[in-house]
């Protein structure tokens, strides 16, 4: 049996291949992210919308992306769509399939957000004859997203540690490109623990910056222009 051991020349080596994987698996996340963001907002008005079958065919769409498997996902839009005349890029398959699925999950964090809004606002909006539009965008959405800023923080990491799914797509973001490094040279204890730190690093980074922005966020909000 080969003794385990680390080599630190073969670590030096590999490194610069897997921080080109580490690019393309923080463009996934960062694209996904605004993705998820814009979903969820969209899919939380709709959820609260005062048509009653709009409201509940939302929340079964919700329902069945949440109770059903990401990389089910991924498979069903890199290999069905294209049948269907829809031919997606890996990453572009990757940032959809991210963007849908964490959208649903924050869709029903910004519904409790919008749901936490003290109801004098709302009357102070009515009172103002401001329409529902209005009330949304400059009074409601500002306070609900400084509420829901740490669980959406979350998510974000939460869908970071996701991307390796994306290498079943053969998207060449670090895993794919640790398990490549490994298969070619026989060695996979170097890349894949690289790629464990990697990943460690990229999560507490951006769980820092999750504190700061919170900290830093107006406590009124912002206004959505």
């Not at 694209?31 to 919308?49: E, T």
């Not at 409201?55 to 996902?73: D, M, N, W, Y």
């Not at 699925?101 to 919008?114: D, N, P, S």
């Not at 009357?123 to 400084?146: C, G, H, M, V, W």
């Amino acid at each position: 049996m080969d003794e385990l051991y680390w080599d630190w020349a073969f670590a030096v080596e590999v490194m610069p291949m897997l921080l080109q994987g580490a690019k393309i698996t923080l463009l996934a996340t960062l694209l996904g992210s605004v993705l998820a963001i814009g979903v969820g907002i969209l899919l939380a008005l709709l959820r609260r919308s005062r048509r009653r079958l709009l409201k509940q065919s939302v929340g079964l769409l919700i329902e069945f992306i949440r109770s059903t498997p990401l990389l089910i996902q991924i498979f069903f839009i890199y290999y069905i769509t294209p049948e269907i005349g829809l031919n997606l890029s890996p990453l572009a398959t990757g940032v959809l399939a991210l963007g849908l699925h964490y959208g649903c999950y924050l869709a029903e964090v910004f519904r409790a957000g919008i749901d936490g809004v003290d109801h004098g606002q709302w009357e102070a909006a009515k009172a103002l004859n401001l329409s529902r539009f209005y009330t949304y965008r400059d009074i409601i959405l500002p306070q609900a997203l400084r509420a829901v800023l740490p669980a959406t923080g979350n998510y974000v990491i939460a869908m970071f540690k996701e991307t390796p799914q994306l290498s079943a797509i053969t998207l060449l973001e670090m895993m794919q490109m640790a398990k490549i490094i490994g298969s070619e040279n026989f060695r996979y204890l170097e890349p894949l623990t690289l790629v464990g730190l990697l990943y460690l690093l990229f999560s507490l980074i951006a769980a820092a910056l999750v504190v700061l922005l919170e900290r830093k966020f107006p406590v009124e909000g912002f206004r959505l222009k």
